[in-house]
């Protein structure tokens, strides 16, 4: 079967680091995908990863292990408009996006 | 580039009647598009797939014949909810596919639209 999961709730200090972890079960696999929504609004694209290892676009990186079903969502240099809920969803054989529940990230100054 | 729409962005109205929800893609081409539901603090529900054309693929237990979609061309989508009740009332988001947008080979992300909230009274 498929499954996702992250964390439902993290709080953390204006101007620290933060890690959003999401594992997850499938046979077939297209990458990972994390998006961030602000209450009331849809989701923006934040990153992709197909391959093992780290990418990073400025403040936000995105990790991936494939062989164990793990991302992670990091988060530097907090800023308070950084609060919002974090989506992750990866892509499975017939190119569906299953979404994770989101994490809700409230940051604190 | 990128950029997908969705008119209206808030609607109210009565139960019983039908509603109209149009996404459209502004700067690129999108042979599929996605229709999404998503309750208070829930995450997004699939509901539908919109392929130019063609019939959309529904999810289950999503009623067609009270979600109609039709994909008429290739930058409009629309979703109609006949005779909403309250229980429909939600967050709808389409989402559309650019197949000719690649920034780091992403050529599967889906680019969302601003979102329509339905409250059905």
């Known amino acids: 079967g498929q499954n996702i999961d992250q964390p439902t709730e993290m709080t953390a200090t204006e101007g620290a680091i933060v890690q959003i972890n999401c594992t997850y079960q499938?046979?077939?696999?297209?990458?990972l995908f994390w998006y961030q929504q602000h209450a009331g609004e849809a989701p923006t694209f934040l990153s992709y990863n197909v391959l093992d290892g780290l990418e990073e676009k400025g403040r936000f990186s995105s990790f991936l292990s494939r062989s164990k079903g793990y991302s992670y969502l990091l988060l530097k240099e907090l800023q308070m408009k950084d609060s919002a809920s974090y989506l992750c969803a990866f892509m499975d054989s017939n190119y569906q996006l299953i979404w994770g529940a989101g994490t809700k990230l409230i940051i604190k100054p | 580039g990128a950029v997908v729409s969705q008119h209206p962005s808030w609607v109210i109205c009565k139960s019983g009647t039908s509603v109209k929800i149009e996404c459209r893609s502004l700067?690129?081409?999108?042979?599929?598009m996605f229709w999404y539901r998503q309750f208070p603090k829930q995450s997004l529900m699939l509901m539908a797939t919109?392929?130019?054309?063609?019939?959309?693929?529904?999810e289950q237990g999503v009623e067609k014949d009270k979600f109609l979609i039709n994909h008429a061309s290739l930058t409009l989508s629309t979703l109609t909810v006949t005779s909403a009740h309250p229980e429909d009332s939600s967050f709808y988001i389409c989402?559309?596919?650019?197949?000719?947008?690649?920034?780091?080979?992403?050529?599967?992300?889906?680019?969302f639209g601003p979102g329509t909230r339905l409250l059905v009274l």
């Open positions: 499938t046979s077939g696999f297209n990458g």
């Open positions: 989402s559309a596919k650019n197949p000719g947008y690649r920034t780091s080979s992403v050529q599967e992300t889906q680019y």
């Open positions: 700067d690129f081409q999108a042979t599929t």
């Open positions: 919109s392929n130019e054309g063609s019939k959309a693929t529904y």
